[in-house]
């Protein structure tokens, strides 16, 4: 974008080489006398030949993606094209760079990921391993995360990924000799605990909802517990202690924070994503509402560092908060969109007797409306803001409607 060159008022010849979408606006707008004022020019600078957009006052990025790209989703695009906006709507008078159409009518863009959510490259080793406090690790193998405590007596270690098979077990050992005494479950989900058997001669620890998952799976690869609570248990072991709580059911009934007091940090999984924002559908959670709730307990932990069991790092108490912050966001936006969009319309927009059909409906307008002030407040904040979260906006729809928690308010 270049802000100093002059400018020139566009053919429609100009516009339709730029894009199809483009063109199309501009037949809209009578060229004669007009272009100027509807603020499309045509850049001369670094990019020569790409076209701009000086944006008016109450313009936002979706409103001009709708305008000049043809669909308020390709705002990503405008994002992607104009890096000086970090993520926000453009200021009035501000040139706006018109990105180039893509490919194919089926392409889909995303928003750019922050500098702080971005991965690092992993040493020839294939993995990072990372100290908490004097006794405490954390094992990433790309974006799978597990952890360890080296006791007196032992290690205890937390979660194994099937990703995390080859390396774990040699990780462990280039730090301690020791043998593997004891493996906590954070919950049930392979993705987490794909690699449990590994330790199967240690003492298997998890939530009482964890191990009944398991025994139903009946796989060999995630060992039953052998040792189960249902609210707490305080692992003392070496010199170590571990405090496992339960908040209630969140992203899976069982999963449970792992506490390591004195190394100063805690591990919950699929909870708070360090940088990101949550996974499809909160990874299928149990209790969206849980989800949430498991936010606030974890803030109350006196930690420095924070394993959330994805993606590129670790975090610290500033995630956790940040995390919540957007969680709660998406909550009370969800609610004021229900609360402002009547379902009866929807029912004459489809066939007599179709009510799924006719809450689908009502269910997309809502998360329509509630995206705005998300996309504005949080894009450039976390990775993959925009990714899910028309999904993840119905998901926490369906859940405002039919769990209807009274101690989460706007």
Request: some cysteine.
């Amino acid at each position: 974008m270049c802000d100093t060159c002059p400018s020139e008022k566009p053919t429609r010849r100009s516009l339709i080489k730029w894009s199809a979408a483009a063109a199309a606006a501009a037949a809209a707008v009578p060229l004669a006398g007009t272009a100027q004022a509807a603020g499309l020019s045509i850049a001369t600078g670094a990019k020569r030949g790409a076209a701009f957009y000086v944006a008016q006052a109450g313009d936002t990025l979706k409103t001009i993606a709708g305008r000049f790209l043809g669909n308020v989703d390709r705002w990503k695009e405008l994002l992607a094209a104009n890096p000086g906006l970090h993520g926000r709507d453009p200021r009035a008078g501000q040139k706006v760079t018109l990105p180039e159409s893509p490919a194919g009518p089926n392409t889909r863009t995303f928003a750019p990921i922050p500098a702080d959510s971005k991965p690092t490259p992993f040493g020839p080793e294939g993995y990072r391993l990372t100290r908490f406090g004097d006794r405490g690790y954390g094992v990433q193998v790309g974006p799978g995360q597990s952890a360890f405590v080296v006791t007196d007596t032992g290690v205890v270690v937390l979660d194994a990924p099937s990703s995390h098979a080859a390396v774990l077990p040699k990780v462990i050992a280039s730090v301690t000799d020791k043998p593997v005494t004891h493996f906590v479950y954070s919950h049930s989900h392979s993705d987490h605990v794909g690699a449990a058997n590994l330790f199967a001669n240690a003492v298997l620890i998890g939530h009482a909802d964890t191990a009944s998952t398991l025994r139903a799976a009946k796989d060999p690869a995630r060992p039953v517990p052998t040792v189960t609570f249902t609210d707490q248990h305080v692992l003392d072991v070496g010199g170590q202690r571990l405090v496992l709580s339960y908040p209630g059911p969140n992203h899976e009934s069982g999963n449970i924070i792992i506490h390591a007091p004195q190394q100063r940090f805690a591990m919950m999984v699929d909870v708070a994503v360090p940088g990101w924002a949550p996974f499809r559908a909160f990874g299928s959670a149990d209790s969206v509402p849980g989800v949430l709730r498991a936010h606030n307990e974890l803030m109350k932990l006196d930690i420095e560092h924070f394993v959330g069991g994805h993606m590129h790092r670790y975090g610290g108490k500033q995630d956790i908060a940040v995390s919540r912050e957007f969680v709660f966001d998406m909550w009370n936006e969800t609610t004021k969109a229900i609360a402002a969009t009547p379902i009866a319309p929807f029912f004459g927009q489809v066939e007599a007797g179709n009510t799924w059909a006719a809450v689908e409906l009502w269910y997309d307008a809502i998360a329509v409306k509630a995206e705005d002030p998300i996309i504005r407040k949080w894009t450039g904040r976390l990775g993959a803001v925009d990714v899910w979260l028309r999904e993840n906006l119905k998901t926490m729809a369906v859940s405002a409607r039919v769990d209807q928690p009274k101690d989460l308010g706007v």
